[in-house]
Every structure is written in C-alpha cells, then in structure tokens.
C-alpha cells in the first residue's frame, strides 16, 4: 500500500507546476493521505488528487514515494484504480 507522486511536470492555476497524487491500493488510503496533506476534496479527479508545486516536499516527507509519470500511471492501472473521462457522444 503506497501513495505516490509524480513530479510537478503540469502546468495549472496560478502559473504553477502540478503533480498527481494517487494511491496503488485504495481510493480510502488516497483520501485519507490528502486529508493528513490538507489537500482540499475539491483537488479530486476520478482517480488521483492534482496538488501544486508547493506540497511535493510535503507529500514525500509525509510518506509518499516520488515516481515518475510514466510508472504512477502503471501503478495506478496495475491496482485496477485508473477512472478514464468518458466522453460523451455528440
């Protein structure tokens, strides 16, 4: 059970980086850590939570392992975690 993070690599608000937040076990463990980060519920989307620049340091001091983009996608995917947008037909 791990929470992971990804470098802050997107651009977002406020002309900041951002980075996803997303755990490879739970969607209760991903809150849980968000709350314990103060990050706010409204920073969630489907599968992952979208924190600023600011709060990488804090996240991994806090416990969550950096990873790259590219195996934070993988994880999040091999835990059967992944929620796509779906598109709506026109």
Do not use: C
Request: net charge positive; charged share 25%.
């Amino acid at each position: 059970m791990t929470v992971l993070i990804d470098p802050p690599n997107w651009p977002g608000p406020r002309g900041l980086m951002w980075s996803h937040l997303v755990s490879d076990a739970s969607l209760e463990e991903l809150h849980d850590f968000a709350a314990r980060l103060e990050v706010p519920g409204r920073a969630f989307d489907r599968d992952h939570y979208d924190v600023p620049e600011t709060v990488h340091a804090r996240a991994v001091s806090l416990g969550a392992q950096a990873v790259s983009s590219r195996e934070l996608l993988q994880r999040l995917i091999a835990a059967g975690l992944r929620r796509r947008k779906r598109h709506s037909p026109r």
